[in-house]
C-alpha cells in the first residue's frame, strides 16, 4: 500500500500545515537568515492548532491521558474564550481544533466553529469517531466545518479496543457511516472525511485491512503514520523502528479511490530546524498558553505566552519564540523535536 511518504505528521495534518499550503513560506532564506540571528519572524501568523477541549472518554495507549498521574486540568474552552484566541491571531486562515480532548464532547463545540467561520477561517479538526448520532451528524455537516479526520488504530475489534481504550470498532463505523449519510441527505461535499492510523508494532500488518475498511466507510483520504512522542517509557514497544518501516515500504502499491498518505519517515535535521510550525503556525491550549506545536501539548514543558495576557503579535516575537527559533536553526533540537 505504499505511496510517496509526506513530511506531515501525526501533530499536523498537510491541509493546516504542509510547507506548499498558505501558512507561510519557510523556504525563504531571507527570513531564515535573519532568524538564525535575532529569532525574529515578520510573516504573521497564518494557522494555529487550538485545543477546544482537554476532556477525552477514551485512553489510548499513546496518549498523556492514560497515565493515572498526569494532572493537567480537565476542562472545555468556552466561546468566549475561543473568541479570545481568535483576536489574538487576527491574521489566522485556518484552525485545526485539536488537543488531547475529544472535540466533540465540548457542548458549544458548532457555537465555537460558527464564531470561526463567521470569520472566514477554514476549520478542521480530529476526533475519536464515538459521539455522533444522526442528529449530531445533521450539526457536523450543516456547520460549515471543512475538514474532519478520524482516529482508527487497529482493523480488527480486538486491536482497536487494546490501542484505543474506550472505543469500539464497531461504534467508530456507525459515527462515520452517520456522518456520510447526512452529507447523501443534505447534498453537501463537506466535511471532507479522513481517517488517520497511527501505525505500531501490533497494527501495522494491518494495513490492507484499514484501506478496505476506509473504502467501505466511503471516506475520502487515509494518513498513516507514526507517534512522535511517548506518554512513558512503558509504551516503547509501540514505536516503528527501521526494520518495520522498511516492511511497510515493502507493500504492494494501491491504486483504489482513496488518498492514502504516509508519514512514517523521520525527518531529516534539516527539516526539524527549519520546521514551518515558528515560522507560521502556533498551538494554544485550552488554558490560553501558546506553545510552539501540539508536541507541546503540556504547556509546562515549554511556554512561549499566554494569549488571555499578551497579544498574539506580542507572543510571536517576544523572547522565548525569539530563543527557540534560533535554537532549531542552530540544530540545537529540544527532546521533543529530536524526535519528530
Given at each position: 500500500?505504499?505511496?510517496?511518504?509526506?513530511?506531515?505528521?501525526?501533530?499536523s495534518?498537510?491541509e493546516?500545515?504542509s510547507k506548499?499550503?498558505?501558512a507561510g513560506?519557510?523556504?525563504?532564506?531571507?527570513?531564515?537568515?535573519?532568524?538564525?540571528?535575532?529569532?525574529?519572524?515578520?510573516?504573521?501568523v497564518?494557522?494555529m492548532?487550538?485545543e477546544?477541549?482537554?476532556?477525552c472518554?477514551?485512553?489510548?495507549?499513546?496518549?498523556?491521558?492514560?497515565?493515572?498521574?498526569?494532572?493537567?486540568p480537565?476542562?472545555?474552552?468556552?466561546?468566549?474564550?475561543?473568541?479570545r484566541?481568535?483576536d489574538?491571531?487576527?491574521?489566522v486562515?485556518?484552525?485545526?481544533?485539536?488537543?488531547?480532548?475529544?472535540v466533540?464532547?465540548n457542548?458549544d463545540?458548532?457555537e465555537?466553529?460558527?464564531?470561526?467561520?463567521?470569520r472566514?477561517?477554514?476549520v478542521?479538526?480530529?476526533?475519536n469517531?464515538?459521539?455522533?448520532?444522526?442528529?449530531?451528524?445533521?450539526?457536523?455537516?450543516?456547520?460549515?466545518?471543512?475538514?474532519?479526520?478520524?482516529?482508527m488504530d487497529?482493523?480488527?475489534?480486538?486491536?482497536?479496543?487494546?490501542?484505543?481504550?474506550?472505543?469500539?470498532?464497531e461504534r467508530?463505523?456507525?459515527?462515520?457511516?452517520?456522518?456520510?449519510q447526512?452529507?447523501?441527505?443534505?447534498?453537501?461535499?463537506?466535511?471532507?472525511?479522513g481517517?488517520?492510523?497511527v501505525?505500531?508494532?501490533?497494527?501495522?500488518?494491518q494495513?490492507p485491512?484499514?484501506?478496505?475498511?476506509?473504502?467501505?466507510l466511503?471516506v475520502?483520504?487515509?494518513?498513516f503514520?507514526?507517534?512522535?512522542?511517548?506518554?512513558g517509557d512503558?509504551?516503547?514497544?509501540?514505536a516503528?523502528?527501521?526494520?518495520?518501516?522498511?516492511?511497510?515500504?515493502?507493500?504492494p502499491?494501491?491504486?483504489?479511490?482513496?488518498?492514502?498518505?504516509?508519514?512514517?519517515t523521520?525527518?531529516?535535521?534539516?527539516?526539524?530546524?527549519?520546521c514551518y510550525?515558528?515560522?507560521?503556525?502556533t498551538?494554544?491550549?485550552?488554558?490560553?498558553?501558546v506553545t510552539?506545536?501540539?508536541?507541546?501539548?503540556?504547556?509546562?514543558?515549554m511556554?512561549?505566552?499566554n494569549?488571555?495576557?499578551?497579544?498574539?503579535?506580542e507572543?510571536?516575537?517576544?523572547?522565548?519564540?525569539r530563543?527557540?527559533?534560533k535554537?532549531?536553526?542552530?540544530?540545537?533540537?529540544p527532546?521533543?523535536?529530536q524526535n519528530?
Amino acid at each position: 500500500m505504499t505511496t510517496s511518504d509526506s513530511t506531515s505528521d501525526t501533530h499536523s495534518q498537510p491541509e493546516v500545515g504542509s510547507k506548499d499550503s498558505s501558512a507561510g513560506d519557510p523556504s525563504r532564506p531571507d527570513l531564515i537568515a535573519e532568524a538564525r540571528v535575532t529569532g525574529r519572524n515578520p510573516l504573521p501568523v497564518r494557522a494555529m492548532q487550538i485545543e477546544t477541549s482537554s476532556i477525552c472518554n477514551f485512553r489510548c495507549n499513546s496518549c498523556v491521558l492514560s497515565l493515572p498521574d498526569y494532572d493537567r486540568p480537565a476542562k472545555h474552552m468556552t466561546p468566549a474564550d475561543f473568541t479570545r484566541v481568535l483576536d489574538a491571531f487576527p491574521t489566522v486562515e485556518k484552525i485545526e481544533m485539536q488537543g488531547i480532548g475529544e472535540v466533540f464532547l465540548n457542548p458549544d463545540v458548532f457555537e465555537l466553529i460558527r464564531i470561526a467561520t463567521d470569520r472566514g477561517i477554514q476549520v478542521q479538526t480530529f476526533s475519536n469517531a464515538s459521539v455522533i448520532d444522526r442528529e449530531m451528524a445533521h450539526k457536523i455537516v450543516e456547520s460549515g466545518i471543512a475538514i474532519i479526520n478520524f482516529s482508527m488504530d487497529g482493523a480488527d475489534e480486538e486491536t482497536f479496543r487494546k490501542l484505543r481504550k474506550g472505543g469500539t470498532l464497531e461504534r467508530y463505523k456507525r459515527c462515520l457511516n452517520n456522518l456520510v449519510q447526512a452529507k447523501q441527505a443534505l447534498g453537501s461535499e463537506t466535511p471532507r472525511l479522513g481517517m488517520m492510523c497511527v501505525l505500531a508494532k501490533n497494527n501495522m500488518h494491518q494495513v490492507p485491512k484499514m484501506v478496505a475498511i476506509a473504502e467501505e466507510l466511503g471516506v475520502q483520504s487515509i494518513m498513516f503514520t507514526k507517534l512522535n512522542l511517548m506518554a512513558g517509557d512503558k509504551l516503547l514497544p509501540l514505536a516503528l523502528d527501521e526494520e518495520d518501516t522498511r516492511f511497510l515500504s515493502t507493500m504492494p502499491a494501491y491504486r483504489g479511490r482513496v488518498e492514502i498518505i504516509t508519514a512514517v519517515t523521520p525527518w531529516t535535521l534539516e527539516q526539524r530546524s527549519t520546521c514551518y510550525w515558528p515560522q507560521s503556525m502556533t498551538y494554544v491550549t485550552v488554558e490560553g498558553d501558546v506553545t510552539p506545536c501540539c508536541n507541546y501539548l503540556d504547556s509546562r514543558v515549554m511556554k512561549m505566552g499566554n494569549v488571555y495576557e499578551k497579544s498574539g503579535e506580542e507572543i510571536w516575537n517576544d523572547t522565548p519564540y525569539r530563543e527557540f527559533r534560533k535554537q532549531l536553526l542552530a540544530g540545537d533540537l529540544p527532546t521533543m523535536c529530536q524526535n519528530c
